[in-house]
């Protein structure tokens, strides 16, 4: 079974970093693009980032956008999202996924639990 | 970026009624390429449906999806208790990828 592990998460100041792993594990990992997912608390789901297959290829929401960086090591089968200048509303619990084998179709069939961010004074 | 809109925000159901959740973009989702999530409390979304209506093994038949082009609807026919869950609409073709703000489905 398909399983996505992700780490990472914490408590941090405004303006603090952090840096959350996705380990995957019981598929090829190097066959599916990721996607970085966060939901604030009590809110929806939004798209925060995603990365090719290869890592050649990525993409980030607009609130995010140079501010978080994807990357990916397809040896250690794990996917990861640096996160700087945080603010408080990063807050929420980030979720990596599985998106399609084309880049550009961003199906999230399988999900990991989850890891809190929490950003705080 | 195609904006999602779901309704209502939360539906009040008793068991073995039908639910019927709606899914509006602004604009037409291209090839279709809309899908369902079920989140149930403390857990992760899991997919439901991708292509309006097709569910992936082990998705009970009593869900169906449906709509085109700007207008998509879930269907739960005879709610189950399991069943009770925030139900997240997504369109995968265009980045950014988009989910609407979810509709609640509760026990009445």
């Known amino acids: 079974e398909v399983q996505l592990v992700e780490s990472g998460g914490g408590l941090v100041q405004p303006g603090g970093s952090l840096r959350l792993s996705c380990a995957a594990s019981?598929?090829?990992?190097?066959?599916?693009?990721i996607h970085w997912v966060r939901q604030a608390p009590g809110k929806g789901l939004e798209f925060v980032s995603g990365i090719s297959r290869d890592g050649g290829t990525t993409s980030y929401a607009n609130s995010v956008k140079g501010r978080f960086i994807v990357s990916r090591d397809n040896s250690k089968n794990t996917a990861y999202l640096q996160m700087g200048t945080l603010r408080v509303e990063d807050m929420g619990l980030y979720y990596c996924?599985?998106?399609?084998?084309?880049?550009?179709?961003?199906?999230?069939?399988?999900w990991g639990q989850g890891t809190l961010v929490t950003v705080s004074s | 970026e195609i904006v999602l809109t779901q309704s209502p925000g939360t539906l009040s159901l008793s068991p073995g009624e039908r639910a019927t959740l709606s899914c509006r973009a602004s604009?037409?989702?291209?090839?279709?390429?809309l899908a369902w999530y079920q989140q149930k409390v403390g857990q992760a979304p899991r997919l439901l449906f991708y292509?309006?209506?097709t569910r992936p093994t082990g998705i009970p038949d009593r869900f169906s999806g449906s709509g085109s082009g700007t207008d998509f609807t879930l269907t739960i026919t005879g709610l189950e208790p399991e069943d009770y869950a925030v139900y997240h609409c997504?369109?995968?073709?265009?980045?950014?990828?988009?989910f609407g703000q979810g509709t609640k489905v509760e026990i009445k």
């Open positions: 019981e598929f090829t990992f190097s066959t599916y693009s």
């Open positions: 604009q037409s989702v291209p090839r279709n390429c």
């Open positions: 292509g309006v209506s």
């Open positions: 996924a599985t998106a399609g084998r084309d880049f550009w179709s961003g199906l999230n069939q399988y």
């Open positions: 997504q369109q995968y073709v265009t980045s950014p990828w988009t």
